[in-house]
């Protein structure tokens, strides 16, 4: 039988690869209210920011708070999916404490799922498609895939520098803009604007402007604040970055 710190230490794992992987306030709430249950923790509190969170559980003697700050805010739906069935095999006893632990290791070390290869290329094809969706032709599509593709190749090479998220968002903006127009002005396309519209579709923030606007709707408005202006920060970088290569006057 673990004690209650190392029960303890189990839900802040949990909180925080649900943080880092992008989910709402209100399901890393009640993520941590049934793993709580099935570790047997039936007194804890929990206040959860996108930023960090503070976990505080009740011992038959004393109490023990953790206090982490969290600072990688990603996308990771993998890593919400296997949680959240960790939580459900755990409230119904299927697993142990440990096993839950291990589970957890195992999600934090496979959050990469698919090869960065097939990533960019798969970003390549998404953006592609959308300067179909807006009218464009063949010759969009070959300088949105290539541009698409570089700037999302740029992204993962500059994982390793640990960069600030603006800064790689600003460079890949950049790239996206620049490549785009260069080969539109090589392939005489004929609607040159599609194409680096398509481009930087990447960037947008669409997972922290949809949870903004959940945490606000279930009464988490300071989350739902911090969420929305991040994604507003995040908006005004691509912008930033595509007006980095139109201010050169091509």
Do not use: K
């Amino acid at each position: 039988m673990i004690d209650t710190d190392s029960r303890l230490d189990i839900l802040v794992q949990v909180a925080q690869l649900l943080l880092e992987g992008g989910a709402a306030t209100y399901r890393v709430e009640e993520t941590l209210r049934v793993m709580g249950r099935a570790l047997g923790l039936a007194e804890f509190e929990a206040v959860i920011f996108p930023t960090g969170f503070t976990l505080t559980a009740h011992g038959p003697q004393h109490s023990l708070t953790r206090v982490y700050r969290v600072r990688h805010l990603g996308v990771n739906m993998y890593r919400v999916s296997a949680i959240n069935s960790i939580s459900r095999e755990a409230s119904a006893g299927s697993i142990s404490p440990g096993q839950v632990y291990a589970d957890l290791e195992r999600v934090r070390r496979d959050s990469a799922r698919y090869p960065s290869w097939l990533v960019v290329f798969g970003i390549a094809i998404s953006c592609g498609a959308f300067v179909l969706l807006l009218g464009g032709g063949w010759r969009e599509l070959v300088a949105t895939m290539i541009s698409a593709g570089l700037a999302m190749f740029a992204r993962v090479a500059l994982r390793r520098f640990a960069l600030l998220p603006l800064v790689v968002v600003v460079i890949a903006a950049f790239i996206a803009t620049a490549v785009s127009s260069l080969g539109c002005w090589a392939l005489s396309c004929p609607s040159p604007d599609l194409a680096p519209v398509a481009a930087v579709l990447q960037l947008v923030p669409g997972v922290p402007m949809v949870t903004a606007v959940i945490d606000l709707a279930t009464g988490d408005i300071l989350s739902g604040v911090v969420r929305g202006v991040y994604a507003a920060v995040i908006a005004a970088g691509i912008a930033l970055g595509m007006l980095l290569y139109l201010a050169w006057g091509f």
